[in-house]
């Protein structure tokens, strides 16, 4: 192929694979009759900026976006911490039962995650967690996949950095928190965006689990809208574009990490 | 995914500080790796393998949630062979899988191929390519819905400038199913292309200089060198779309609810019907088991598969 044939190709591939993601973009600035004609229009005939206000006074968005903040935080904060601190006594600490139990836990990875459901909603229903942050987070914020991809990011870091620094005088502690969390910050960052990307996205669990404003996720939130205003097709993508939005920023600041940790975990097969 | 034997032990030897016996500075050694790994173990024991377990109690149980459970025995399993829904929701997972994967992977080789042309603003094209991948499923789910729309919806509107007057996608018995499959691949394919253009990169360059020495073909080139290369990041992207794909929800939920009829009620949203809204949870947590069942035997089939078919150089 010559060059500038395979540069047209991407310019066509790229339009095309946008379509849908621009689409939602303009029509949530159309307004409500042009939206919602039996003839949709592509372009907005005229555009209708206080759409976007009107998104929040229909439904608590703000509320949601919140919630879905603190809920992909909070997993988030939690799974990287205590991976990052498991994964390092897998990769160099020596103890009885290591094997067996990084065996255990690497056999939970195929594990689908509607298996755990079911018993996860009765335990946290018998703890009175239904509709609470710890009820919604706890669950979802220790996977064994964190510790796994961090561990095999930990056994890349060769043993001399830390030697020295034992040899220096410090304790495991001051090693892990000194030398091998700093050398494992690129690894370590790709896992947070993965699990915040993650749990942004996440629908089913906060669909079993919250049952209030006060704890619902835009994901699920997004449903209600549909449910309570019908196809008022400018408002309900408005309300999708401006949950978007901040994955998709985060996207692009992150970008690299998320490269590298998609090209990671694919050459996890080699 | 391939374990890395694990390392060499620590070598061991007194703390710099103290000139105590080994055995004192193992056990100082397996304290530490217990009080490390305890916040994510006690976390990990209580959210995945306790509920693990618990699902298979459950699934022998009699429990609406409310009421104290009965003792069932294996009758929530019995109760899916007669079940049309559960083998429907089985038969719906089954078509959605083994279309949408192949397209995926078809979708994301093409482009990883197009983009490893020595494109010069390569990054550009690619996080593009990846917005889908980094958008919320709800969300664009939504947009889908509207491009699906029967009268002059976009995607009818295009079909109709070549002449074809398109179906009413998503309340047809016939198109329900293939709307969401190409809605799925659009969202997913940008994942096995990220993971096909680093293992692109990774292919010598020798031995494409070789096989233009020996005068292969563009396509025997492709046969010969490119394919048995990439044949790792293949196996990857192939085992977890297959996983993704039997858990498929979200996007079923939102755009058809599982209909028409129940043309595309998968297995994830029958669990979450018989569970969440007939509160028959032990009858969910059988199928849950079920759905486990498939996903470990075709897993396993592939791993059987792959070495036979994966090319690797060690």
């Known amino acids: ?270 | 995914m391939a374990v890395e034997t694990l390392p060499a032990r620590t070598p061991v030897r007194p703390a710099p500080t103290r000139s105590g016996p080994t055995p004192r500075w193992r056990s100082k050694e397996t304290l530490a790796a217990w009080l490390f790994i305890l916040p994510s173990l006690i976390g990990f024991l209580v959210f995945t393998a306790g509920p693990v377990v618990a699902a298979g109690v459950i699934s022998l149980l009699n429990w609406n949630l409310f009421s104290s459970p009965t003792f069932a025995g294996l009758k929530n399993f019995a109760r899916l062979g007669p079940d049309p829904t559960f083998w429907s929701a089985l038969g719906n997972t089954v078509y959605f899988t083994f279309v949408s994967v192949p397209l995926t992977i078809l979708v994301s080789l093409a482009l990883a191929l197009l983009l490893n042309q020595g494109l010069r603003r390569i990054a550009v094209f690619r996080s593009l390519l990846l917005l889908p991948y980094a958008t919320i499923t709800v969300a664009v789910a939504f947009v889908w819905i509207w491009l699906y729309i029967p009268q002059d919806g976009l995607v009818n509107a295009v079909l109709g400038w070549f002449g074809i007057s398109g179906p009413a996608w998503l309340i047809s018995d016939d198109w329900a199913m293939p709307a969401l499959i190409a809605m799925s691949v659009w969202k997913s394919f940008g994942f096995g292309m990220v993971v096909f253009l680093a293992g692109l990169q990774a292919i010598p360059q020798q031995l494409y200089e070789a096989a233009k020495v020996d005068g292969s073909s563009a396509w025997q080139t492709f046969r010969s060198v490119t394919l048995p290369m990439l044949s790792p990041s293949l196996f990857f992207v192939v085992v977890t779309s297959i996983i993704g794909s039997f858990q498929v929800f979200d996007q079923a939920l939102i755009m058809t609810n599982g209909g028409p009829g129940s043309r595309t009620t998968t297995l994830v949203m029958y669990i979450y019907r018989t569970g969440f809204e007939n509160y028959d949870q032990g009858y969910a947590a059988a199928q849950s088991l079920v759905l486990f069942g498939f996903i470990v035997v075709i897993t396993a089939a592939q791993f059987v598969l792959q070495r036979r078919l994966v090319h690797y150089d060690n």
Request: net charge positive; hydrophobic share 55%.
């Open chain 1, 1 to 270: 192929m010559t060059r500038k044939l395979v540069v047209f190709a991407c310019f066509v591939v790229t339009a095309v694979t946008l379509v849908p993601v621009v689409m939602m973009v303009l029509v949530a600035f159309q307004s409500d009759a042009e939206s919602m004609a039996a003839q949709p229009s592509f372009w907005p005939g005229s555009w209708h900026p206080e759409n976007l206000t009107r998104a929040f006074e229909l439904v608590p968005l703000g509320r949601y976006l919140l919630n879905t903040i603190i809920f992909a935080a909070g997993t988030t904060l939690l799974e990287t911490v205590t991976a990052a601190l498991a994964a390092y006594a897998f990769a160099r600490l020596d103890f009885p039962g290591r094997t067996w139990l990084f065996g255990i836990y690497l056999a939970t990875l195929m594990i689908p995650s509607q298996v755990t459901l079911i018993p996860q909603f009765v335990l946290v229903a018998k703890l009175q967690g239904i509709d609470t942050w710890p009820g919604m987070i706890l669950p979802h914020a220790f996977t064994a996949l964190g510790v796994f991809l961090l561990r095999q990011f930990f056994l890349g870091i060769p043993r001399d950095y830390e030697e020295a620094a034992r040899l220096d005088g410090a304790n495991r502690w001051q090693a892990f928190v000194r030398v091998i969390v700093p050398l494992a910050v690129p690894a370590i960052a790709t896992l947070a965006v993965f699990k915040f990307i993650g749990q942004w996205n996440n629908l089913l669990w906060p669909l079993v689990i919250s049952n209030s404003d006060s704890t619902r996720t835009a994901a699920v939130g997004l449903q209600v809208f549909q449910d309570t205003n019908g196809t008022q097709w400018n408002l309900l993508l408005m309300a999708a574009t401006i949950t978007t939005v901040p994955l998709i920023v985060l996207f692009f600041l992150t970008q690299r990490w998320f490269v590298r940790g998609i090209t990671m975990s694919g050459l996890g097969g080699r």
